[in-house]
């Protein structure tokens, strides 16, 4: 079984395929970069309209699969920005129609579970998702993906995009810092903001751009930065581990191809004598081929639904949606 999977919950478009063994079979994407400033929505989503009969042919054309070939059609279904699940949403339906296909909703947070699931072979492992507008601890329990911990105000890569275009730079921040991050070397004190398992990123943005006024370097506020939010992120993660019986964490969305982050969770994870795991960066970030793979699952647990019905929800959280292929 062949299934094509749509991704555009944000700034990346996405096409992807996989195979029952979820196998990749071909992936095609393009993110959009906004000239200046922070993502707009509806500008990302016309990017998106743009980009999307290309990134199709390209997927089918890497996969050396013909669409009669293609079993069901998944897309994102939420959580994510209105216009851009629309866009998407609206591909996804067109192909399912002309195909004469099958269309399966998934929930992109989900996505990010499954696909690090199946590479790491981690029966049931813990996700740390630290992406652009996500930041969440997810476990599976009782017929669906609980949300543990999360941010209570801004995802932790809009935190350090914004940080970075506030101190001059480029969309997209995360990478940036982490080069600047690397010639750090002294750590100023900035806000620890963990609240049971949860965290929080405006009061250490404010702190941080203070420090910048006070003239702290570019190097030196990156590694404050880092160290200090993925200090939180590693908090949460083990708190939560705590609560759980096996210690086997993955990682997940954008943040996560961060080094120091993957390091800093792997030593806590193995510490405690378990398991870690973060897919290849491709399949880290948001991509095709993780809603193709959880479409699958969907699919053969009966998730298929009529195009009628195939709104998008732009506020699906994690743990609104069943997930039925686990069992109970
Ligand atoms: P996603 O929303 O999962 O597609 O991920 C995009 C986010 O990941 C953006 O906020 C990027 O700044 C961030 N990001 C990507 N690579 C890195 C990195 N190496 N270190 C920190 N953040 C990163
Ligand atoms: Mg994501």
């Known amino acids: 079984m062949v299934v094509l999977g749509i991704e555009s919950t944000a700034h990346t478009a996405s096409v992807g395929l996989v195979d029952d063994t979820a196998k990749v079979l071909g992936v095609a994407s393009d993110m959009y970069r906004p000239p200046a400033g922070g993502i707009h929505p509806r500008e990302a989503a016309n990017h998106h309209v743009e980009v999307f009969p290309r990134l199709v042919e390209q997927a089918l054309a890497a996969a050396k699969v013909a669409p009669k070939e293609i079993d069901a ?172 019986r096996g210690s086997a964490v993955v990682l997940g969305g954008g943040v996560a191809c961060n080094e120091r982050l993957r390091g800093m969770v792997r030593e806590m994870v193995e510490g405690r004598g378990g398991t870690t795991f973060a897919p290849p960066r491709a399949l880290c970030v948001d991509n095709g081929a993780m809603i193709a793979w959880t479409g699958h699952l969907a699919y053969e647990a009966g998730g298929s639904i009529p195009v009628e019905e195939s709104v998008i929800a732009p506020r699906q959280r994690t743990d609104l949606v069943a997930a039925p292929w686990r069992g109970s």
């Open 73 to 244: 059609v998944a897309f994102s279904q939420g959580p994510g920005l209105g216009p851009c699940l629309r866009a998407g949403a609206t591909v996804a339906r067109m192909l399912a129609l002309s195909w004469d296909r099958p269309l399966v909703p998934v929930n992109h947070c989900v996505a990010h579970v499954e696909i690090a699931r199946v590479l790491s072979g981690l029966d049931d492992p813990m996700l740390l998702y630290a992406s652009g507008g996500n930041t969440q601890v997810i476990a599976y329990a009782r017929g669906r993906y609980r949300v543990l911990g999360e941010t209570l105000d801004i995802g932790i890569g809009n935190f350090l995009d914004k940080l970075w275009i506030e101190l001059g730079g480029t969309f997209p921040g995360g990478p940036q810092l982490e080069a600047e991050a690397k010639r750090g070397t002294e750590l100023h004190p900035l806000p620890y903001s963990v609240h049971g398992m949860d965290v929080a990123f405006s009061g250490m943005l404010t702190a941080a751009l203070a420090l910048s006024g006070k003239g702290i370097g570019r190097p030196d506020l990156a590694y404050s930065v880092e160290v200090t939010a993925y200090s939180m992120l590693t908090e949460i993660t083990e708190r939560a581990l705590a609560h759980r």
